[in-house]
């Protein structure tokens, strides 16, 4: 089954102007040649450098995302931004229930239910984040959580509507901490996540693996069967980095 492949980079709350106007010239060089065509590469950046990031991007193959939205469209919800104000921005992806959100945010499963439905209804694609905690994997609990949080996250979509999100998952123990699960793990994980899917659809959704994916350890993740690609942290400020990732999708 041939699966979109994804590289997204999420700068978390990170860079300035400046510094992302440098880190984006790098990866807008490199990207013409370098890119294989079955690979998007998207960058989810602050909401304050969409626009900066957006005018350099808008005429490459590099799409550009947002780390969080509302699940409201509009009106007295202070501090929150809403689809149509991303899309304004050019912004085509959005990640969604990221666990820094959940656990740091109070953001829980219904929410996040919420706003992956509401980024659909406005042709945003969702990155939705999965991952069990260092707890619930030392208590073997990984499949339970993962499989709760994607029955709860997609709870009430349709088919069509599950085929338009990525699902990102993320061990939160791997996540900033350089420890990266195993390859044969990460795999693991995510083939049981995909059948976890409806069976119409399972074999059509890219899931990508996040937590301290690196230009060392990317290529024999990307390798795995059923990794689609990776959702990364701390590489994706340096742009050798990020590259290197992007280009282990061989
Ligand atoms: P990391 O972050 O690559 O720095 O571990 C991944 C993420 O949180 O999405």
Not at 16 to 34: C, R
Not at 56 to 81: C, D, P, V
Not at 136 to 151: D, L
């Amino acid at each position: 089954m041939n699966r979109k492949r994804i590289i997204a980079g999420n700068w978390k709350m990170n860079l300035t102007q400046e510094s992302a106007k440098e880190l984006m010239k790098d990866v807008i060089k490199w990207t013409p040649k370098n890119l294989p065509n079955d690979v998007d590469v998207v960058v989810c950046v602050p909401f304050t450098l969409l626009s900066t990031v957006h005018a350099m991007t808008k005429n490459t193959r590099i799409k550009l995302g947002a780390q969080n939205m509302s699940w409201a469209e509009k009106g007295a919800f202070t501090g929150e931004i809403s689809s149509e104000q991303l899309i304004e921005q050019g912004v085509t992806h959005v990640i969604i229930g990221h666990s820094e959100r959940r656990e740091m945010f109070n953001e829980t499963c219904e929410t996040v239910n919420k706003k992956i439905k509401t980024a659909l209804k406005n042709n945003l694609t969702p990155i939705f984040c999965i991952g069990e905690s260092e707890q619930q994997f030392e208590k073997g609990e990984t499949n339970t959580v993962v499989s709760r949080q994607t029955k709860n996250g997609l709870e009430g979509l349709t088919d069509d509507e599950i085929k338009k999100v990525i699902i990102a998952y993320e061990p939160i123990w791997a996540i900033g901490t350089g420890k990266t699960a195993s390859k044969e793990d990460a795999q693991k994980v995510i083939a049981f996540i995909r059948e976890q899917l409806p069976k119409g659809v399972k074999d059509i959704i890219p899931i990508l693996y996040g937590g301290s994916m690196n230009a060392q350890n990317a290529k024999e993740l990307l390798d795995q069967i059923d990794i689609d690609g990776g959702l990364i942290g701390g590489a994706s400020l340096k742009a050798h980095d990020f590259l290197c990732v992007a280009g282990s999708c061989i």
